[in-house]
């Protein structure tokens, strides 16, 4: 059994790679990297490298020779035509090349979304699907590090949370938590045509967010909502689904997701707050 992860060098696929390593020998782990010099820890450890570019596609056929299942990685670059492009070459050239099993990472909810079915992740969804290879579509949820702009530190430092007013409830989640259930789902059976939302199991609100930080600083943070609040966090959070739920993470983890007050702990500062 023979388990490529592209975007390897990537921040979830590191992870994603060093939850696999526990769970099977490094000689079935290929790693799939554009810059194999930022891969060499990979390399010590005996996880073969293989040059992975989504804009060359020539790489990617041969890069996924013998490889019995592919994780796709959804691409960061920041034009969704472009990203659609690069997934489409990664599909073909793995039906082509005969990977029995390909995984890809998608967003979570997207039927609830205002984008939905027509999004990239849509789009790359249908595309797997029509290769009538096995697939397993791994909807991750919002990542936990949306927080990083909304001025945690600057709440701590005022005593007060300010955000947009609105009914905000978060499903997010930690890439730690994703990659887990990703390489469970990699190393085990039985996932095939299974799509799965790895979101949180219960969402969180504003105002638990500042008593999560009131508990982290050691003195109160109270939440408040100011209309005039501008950033473009916004937009994108209400362009999306955050509210829905489900269990599929801590199942395929088997054990609960990160608390929100261990998954903010990462983008406070609070030796100069
Ligand atoms: N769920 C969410 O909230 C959320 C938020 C942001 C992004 N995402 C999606 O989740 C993906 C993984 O997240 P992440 O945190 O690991 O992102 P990341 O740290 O930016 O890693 C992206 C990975 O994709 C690789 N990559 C980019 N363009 C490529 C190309 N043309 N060919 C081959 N590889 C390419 C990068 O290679 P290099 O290491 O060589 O740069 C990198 O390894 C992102 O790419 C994005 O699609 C999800």
Redesign the pocket.
Known sequence: MTIMI????????KLVIEQLSEQVPAAQIIA????PD?AMQFKEKGIELRL????RPETLQEAFAGVNKLLL?????TDDDV?LV?HKRVIDAAKAAGVAHILY?S?AFPQAGHKGTSSVHGQTEQAILDTRMDYTILR????I??VGVLGLNEAIRSGVLTTLPGDWQFNAVT?SDLARATAKVLAGSGHEHRTYELAAPQTWTFTELAEVLTELAGKPVVHTSDASVQHWIYHFLSSIDTKSTSNDLEQLMGQPVTPLKESIAPFLNLENV
């Open positions: 592209t975007g390897a060098t990537g921040q979830l696929g799939g990297v554009r810059h930022k992975v570019d989504y804009d990685i959804s691409s960061s670059h990203r690069q990472t967003f991750n949820g919002l990542y590090d949306f890439r």
